[in-house]
């Protein structure tokens, strides 16, 4: 058997999933919306070097290429039903694409989705694009236009965890629990699904956070040509996060990126049944800020004196197009 | 303006297309498949140093990659409508990217395909991704299952031209009508959309070449649990192809790849239909062999004896999952 053939093999084992007439083996997937139900879907690429470090367990790179890309789903309130991935490798190496293809499956169950197809080629660089299918009653796409000037912003969870766990693998140190939870939550990221579906009647605009709270909401700003305030010492860091990295804890809660959080924009009289939905959930869910009419993206001290010069951006290589 | 801006604003250009409630710009696409359709969909992957040579012109790999994905919606006799994009890209470089956006927005629309999402990424090796989408009225999809014993075996065009046009990139020679030819035969396949339409109400089952006859032959007869005869000298090749490469033309025609006719599975008593259907389109159809009861594929030569040993696939790195 060649390896290509075995690849094909460990892929050919994911659960078939609801609405799939014809799945993985033939040139297409042929596939059933439901009625009444519009598509949603996002592309997503990881690459080895860029995304995630040389050598990362096969495991880790399931887990975070499935959970950004659901991300995206979670940020138009979708719910997840399909998955293609195109894996390119530098070897038809069965040793790597095992521990891969069983820990994609199982991550896949987890977030209700099923691989449907894929193409596997040879490359020099791993990369790896996950297509992800999913349903929203028709009109009812959370979408990054129609933020309101009043509206308060929200996030889910807690900021910078992802940028802190990159860091502990980086610069290493005694793994300890604190270690240990932020390395989970860069390498297995939780999409805000169903938070995202729960809150869905509830919000005006939002999108998940990929490249930091402040560049993603600065896109949701430009969607809707409004402006907004964020207040620096509202925005949410978990106490791992604080205590590793006290110097930079805030600074990466607000640009870090990779967070893949929600950030919402809700009518302010709409926030307390948004927290208490949350809390039913069990998952954070914090007021940072406000949208206001003046343009632009300004962000508050603890006094309200704006402060300048804090970095927007988190990876211009990885801007969505 | 960043360079990954620049490119987000090349491809922001391209054309809105039916069905299409949110395309670029927002974390997800939203959707609209019509009532009574089922979604079809496809990704493939090629990768320079792979499946195109380095330093082709970036309106040739568009071309290629287009022409490529949108021939696996042929294979499903659908109707082409979305496209999106990963595309990892060495360096953020304008120059590669203005022509390759330029291409491919013209290429989508002269195949009915608009570009509704994507994503842009820094790698070492310039990798792209294209998943397609597309519709089929419910239960209509053309697959690679349903051949019977006895049924014909069908192809579109001439086979081998693309490999014929990659040998004269590998080993250059003069260029003339017939160079020119077979290089476009590469740079620009042909889905053939509107001919699988047509057919799709008189053929058992189908595929489309892309790795050679033979290999993609043997999956349609695996998926169908048949054999067949195939006989060398039916199989169609260009007068370009045997005047430039006489030596080397049939077995490109068997093994090439690439190709992205169809090979279609049809009743003895269609056969006068589909030729027909195709000619009226200007497309040659033609009748290399038959499906048996045998298993396994074998090839005939000119007085009816087996050839052995003939090569089956084209590149084995670069099989679908």
């Known amino acids: 058997m060649g390896e290509f053939e075995l690849i094909r093999r460990c892929f050919m084992q994911a659960r078939q999933g609801a609405g799939v007439v014809t799945g993985i083996g033939d040139d297409c997937a042929v596939l059933q919306v439901p009625a009444g139900q519009q598509l949603v879907v996002s592309i997503d690429t990881l690459v080895e070097g860029t995304h995630f470090l040389p050598g990362t367990p096969p495991a880790e790179v399931a887990t975070r290429l499935l959970g950004a890309a659901v ?58 694009s996950a297509q ?33 766990g990159l860091e502990t693998l980086l610069q290493p140190r005694p793994v300890d629990a604190d270690v240990r939870y932020l390395q989970q939550r860069f390498h297995r990221p939780e999409p805000r699904v169903m938070l995202a579906q729960r809150l869905r009647p509830l919000v005006h605009a ?43 804890a805030a600074d990466w809660a607000l640009s870090g990126g990779e967070d893949f959080e929600l950030c919402l924009s809700v009518a302010a009289e709409q926030v307390t049944a948004c927290l208490a ?41 990885k801007e969505s197009t």
Not at 85 to 104: I, K, M, N, S
Not at 108 to 124: K, M, Q, Y
């Open 71 to 128: 991300s995206d789903l979670a940020a138009a309130a979708a719910t997840p039903a399909w998955l293609t991935l195109a894996l390119t490798l530098p070897r038809g190496d069965a040793d790597w694409v095992e521990p891969f293809a069983a820990a994609l499956a199982e991550r896949a169950c987890e977030l209700g989705i099923s691989l449907v197809g894929g193409d596997t080629t040879r490359g020099a660089t791993l990369t790896l």
């Open 132 to 164: 992800v299918h999913g349903f929203v009653p028709a009109g009812q796409a959370l979408l990054r236009s129609g933020a309101q000037v009043g509206d308060r912003v929200l996030v889910s969870g807690t900021l910078g965890d992802s940028r802190g």
């Open 206 to 248: 939002g999108l998940d956070i990929s490249d930091g709270l402040l560049a993603d909401l600065n896109h949701l700003l430009e969607a809707s040509g409004v402006g907004a305030e964020v207040e620096r010492d509202r925005v949410p860091c978990s106490a791992a996060l604080r205590r590793l990295y006290p110097q930079d």
């Open 277 to 317: 939905e949350a809390d039913r959930l069990g998952i954070r869910l914090t007021e940072v800020g406000r949208i206001t009419a003046e343009p632009g993206l300004r962000v508050l001290d603890g006094s309200g004196q704006l402060i300048e010069g804090l970095a927007r951006g988190y990876d211009h290589f």
